[in-house]
Structures are given as C-alpha cells and as structure tokens.
Nanobody
Framework: QVQLVESGGGLVQAGGSLRLSCAASVRTFSSSAMAWFRQAPGKEREFAAAISWGGGYTYYADAVKGRFTISKDNARNSVHLQMNSLKPEDTAIFYC??????????????????WGQGTQVTVSS
C-alpha cells in the first residue's frame, strides 16, 4: 500500500521558518515527480512546489518563489519543503503528492496519483 507521511508542520510567527518532510513508500522512477500543495481555509487546494525525481528540476508557485525550497533525498525516498520568511497568508494545510509516472502538468493536482494526509502550517502575525 502506497503511503505518503508528512511531518514538520506547526505554529510559527510571521518571518519564521518551518521545514516539512514527506516520506514516500511509493517506488520512484526517473519520470516521477513529487510536490507540495496547500489548502487555506475556505479556498481551493493550490500548487506550492514540485520536484522531478530524475533531473531534480524544481517548480514553484509565484506566491512562494524565493521563500520556499523543495528538495529530495533519493536514499530515503523523501522530499522536503524548507519554508522561510513565512507570512500569515501561508497558513494552510500542506499536502504531499506523488506521481510515479508524471504525464500531466506538474502544476495540476490531477497529475498526482497519491496524497498524504496533510500537515497544518499556521503563521501568526
């Protein structure tokens, strides 16, 4: 059974940092991709960042570019999201997603086959 287990969420003051981690039991390939999406209260789930497993190419939403960094650990089959300069508007549930064979748009949720349970990130002003 495929599992994505997220960790690292919490409460932080504006300007602070958090590091999210996602451990995946899904087998990855050079065509795989993993991503972080987020969903704020009353809003739709939106793309935050993604990384391709083969080339390590990274993709970011404009709202997080320059503040968030996605990285992968091949040995542990995991991805991390380092979030700096956090803002109250970053408050959301963050979800890890995996696509063993990415064939769609890396920015779209429908391209990913597996999802984690989510981890809450709260940024106070």
């Amino acid at each position: 059974q495929v599992q994505l287990v997220e960790s690292g969420g919490g409460l932080v003051q504006a300007g602070g940092s958090l590091r999210l981690s996602c451990a995946a039991s899904v087998r990855t390939f050079s065509s795989s991709a993993m991503a972080w999406f987020r969903q704020a209260p009353g809003k739709e789930r939106e793309f935050a960042a993604a990384i391709s497993w083969g080339g390590g190419y990274t993709y970011y939403a404009d709202a997080v570019k320059g503040r968030f960094t996605i990285s992968k650990d091949n040995a542990r089959n995991s991805v991390h999201l380092q979030m700096n300069s956090l803002k109250p508007e970053d408050t959301a549930i963050f979800y890890c997603a995996a696509a063993p064979y990415l064939s769609g748009n890396v920015f779209e949720a429908k391209s990913y086959n597996y999802w984690g349970q989510g981890t809450q990130v709260t940024v106070s002003s």
